[in-house]
């Protein structure tokens, strides 16, 4: 039986073995205490139409890096909200760190949207010197390129409509084309992604330990408080308390996690 029209957090895979330090920048006095984090995609269902922010690392990606126990496929948890993959219409792709922009090819005709200057970033010498090369797979880079020719890759630059009801925003900060996903429903519900990571980031004005761009990432907080105005919803990308702000359906093994339902 399908799920109900909503937003929905759904989780693919986790990680225990990081610490604190690791996910807030500067020093911090509590540096080695340990920091589980979550690896979430979002699903956006109405009707017979799918949208979905961000793609996820593939199962070959986890056991390369190691330590990040897998959950579900995408493709798989789409199945558990009772729609096809071939209903996915959009991939929003908030930026492309590896976790976020791979199994693209588990949705093989749905138009991918990013922002034109994280994709030229990530295509340049920069983007493979050094740090960076951690962060981003080639492959996922030659599945965009592919989706470019097929005419599948929309490139945005700044804010950006898909409908009357979603609409992305850049931020910036994380990386240099980070965005985030405004739904408008009774409670306007944000999608941050990783422009905040855990609660903590936004809350108390603390950025994440990547940064592209330091004073970019205070500015993606206060934009997507202004997105949520007083009364919105705000689903940080990694936090490992969505789960108990935003209890799971039932028979779904604690992966599917409504935010707010359309």
Same mark, same amino acid.
């Given at each position: ?55 996820? $690392? ?6 390369? %890096? !190691?330590?990040?126990?897998? /959950?579900?496929? +995408? *493709?798989? @948890? ?42 030229? $970033? ?6 493979? %010197? !050094?740090?960076?090369?951690? /962060?981003?797979? +080639? *492959?996922? @880079? ?121």
């Amino acid at each position: 039986m399908a799920e109900p029209d909503g937003v929905y957090a759904l989780r693919y895979a986790y990680r225990t073995e990081s610490v604190r330090g690791e996910h807030f920048y500067g020093h911090d006095p509590d540096c080695l205490a340990p920091w589980p984090i979550d690896y979430y995609i979002w699903a956006i269902c109405r009707g017979d139409e799918v949208v979905l922010l961000d793609a996820g $690392f593939t199962p070959d990606e986890a056991r390369r %890096r !190691g330590s990040r126990p897998y /959950l579900e496929t +995408p *493709a798989g @948890l789409v199945r558990r909200l009772g729609r096809s993959p071939a209903q996915v219409s959009a991939i929003v792709l908030s930026h492309l760190h590896y976790d976020h922009a791979g199994n693209l090819a588990d949705f093989p005709d749905a138009t991918v949207i990013l922002q034109r200057c994280e994709y030229d $970033f990530w295509r340049s010498p920069m983007g493979s %010197r !050094g740090a960076y090369a951690h /962060l981003c797979n +080639p *492959a996922d @880079l030659t599945e965009l390129a592919d989706r470019q020719r097929r005419g599948l890759l929309r490139l945005v630059d700044g804010d950006w409509d898909l409908d009357g009801a979603v609409s992305g925003h850049h931020v910036g900060g994380h990386t240099p084309g980070t965005q985030v996903l405004r739904v408008a429903a009774e409670r306007p519900v944000v999608l941050a992604s990783d422009a905040s990571h855990f609660y903590e980031n936004i809350d108390a004005d603390r950025p994440y330990g990547v940064v592209h761009e330091l004073a970019g990432m205070y500015a993606a907080f206060d934009r997507i408080a202004a997105l949520a105005g007083p009364d919105g919803v705000v689903v940080p990308g990694h936090d490992p308390a969505v789960r108990a702000r935003h209890p799971a359906t039932p028979h779904h093994d604690g992966l599917v996690h409504p935010i707010s339902y359309l």
